[in-house]
T-cell receptor, first 111, second 117 residues
Framework: GENVEQHPSTLSVQEGDSAVIKCTYS??????FPWYKQELGKRPQLIID???NVGEKKDQRIAVTLNKTAKHFSLHITETQPEDSAVYFC??????????WGAGTKLIIKP | DGGITQSPKYLFRKEGQNVTLSCEQN?????MYWYRQDPGQGLRLIYY???????QKGDIAEGYSVSREKKESFPLTVTSAQKNPTAFYLC????????????????FGEGSRLTVL
C-alpha cells in the first residue's frame, strides 16, 4: 500500500552542526512533500514544502531536496540551534489528495 | 483572529462513556480532518470530510464517529467501542478539497488530550 518511510527515528547532533532527515515514498504520482515540526505537547506546524517540479528549496537554515527518480526527499537543517529540538514529520500527498505521514524523527540538539 | 479551535484541551473519560471533541474553524476551509497521535508515534487519520454533509473513513475509523453539518464544524465522537482511546487528538483543515493546485498543507488545532480512567 501507500506508505512513507522516515529515517532516523532519533537524531542527536551537536549545536551548530547540520542535521539531515530522509524519507522515501512509494507512489510515483505524489507531487507535494511537506515537512512539519512538532514541539512537545504542541501542534505540528509546516516548516517547508516542495513540489515535484523542483529539486531543491531553501528557507534560511532549512532546505528540502527531492529525488523523484529514487522517490527520496530529505530535510536539511544547518547551523542547528537549541530551538530546533523537536519531532519532525515528513509527508507525501497521494492521488486521493490525502497526506501519508512518516513516523517522525526526534531531533535532539546537544549544547 | 482566524484559526482552528479545539475543545476541550484535556478530557478524562470513564470506560464505557462516549465523549465528543469539538473542532471549529473560521478559515473558510473546505476540508477537515481528525488525526490520532499516540506517544512517540506519527499521525494516523481517523476521518476526513471534503465537503459539508459528506465524510470518509481514514485508516483507524473503528470506534469513532463524525458529522459535518456545517462547513465550520467537524466534531469527533469517541465511542465506547474504541478499545484504547487514550491519545492526543488533532483536528486540521485545508483550503481546498482537491484539484491541480491542491497542496495538502494542513492547518492544525492545538489538540485535545483524552485520558480514559
Amino acid at each position: 500500500g501507500e506508505n512513507v518511510e522516515q529515517h532516523p527515528s532519533t537524531l542527536s547532533v551537536q549545536e551548530g552542526d547540520s542535521a539531515v532527515i530522509k524519507c522515501t515514498y512509494s507512489d510515483s504520482a505524489s507531487n507535494y512533500f511537506p515537512w512539519y515540526k512538532q514541539e512537545l505537547g504542541k501542534r505540528p506546524q509546516l516548516i517547508i514544502d516542495i513540489r515535484s517540479n523542483v529539486g531543491e528549496k531553501k528557507d534560511q537554515r532549512i532546505a528540502v531536496t527531492l529525488n523523484k527518480t529514487a522517490k527520496h526527499f530529505s530535510l536539511h537543517i544547518t547551523e542547528t540551534q537549541p530551538e530546533d529540538s523537536a519531532v519532525y514529520f515528513c509527508a507525501a500527498i497521494y492521488s486521493n489528495y490525502q497526506l501519508i505521514w512518516g513516523a517522525g524523527t526526534k531531533l535532539i540538539i546537544k549544547p | 483572529d482566524g484559526g482552528i479551535t479545539q475543545s476541550p484541551k484535556y478530557l478524562f473519560r470513564k470506560e464505557g462513556q462516549n465523549v465528543t471533541l469539538s473542532c471549529e474553524q473560521n478559515l473558510n476551509h473546505d476540508a477537515m480532518y481528525w488525526y490520532r497521535q499516540d506517544p512517540g508515534q506519527g499521525l494516523r487519520l481517523i476521518y476526513y470530510s471534503q465537503i459539508v454533509n459528506d465524510f470518509q473513513k481514514g485508516d483507524i475509523a473503528e470506534g469513532y464517529s463524525v458529522s459535518r453539518e456545517k462547513k465550520e464544524s467537524f466534531p469527533l465522537t469517541v465511542t465506547s467501542a474504541q478499545k484504547n482511546p487514550t491519545a492526543f487528538y488533532l483536528c486540521a483543515s485545508t483550503p481546498a478539497s482537491g484539484g491541480a493546485d491542491h497542496t495538502g498543507e494542513l492547518f492544525f488545532g492545538e489538540g485535545s488530550r483524552l485520558t480514559v480512567l
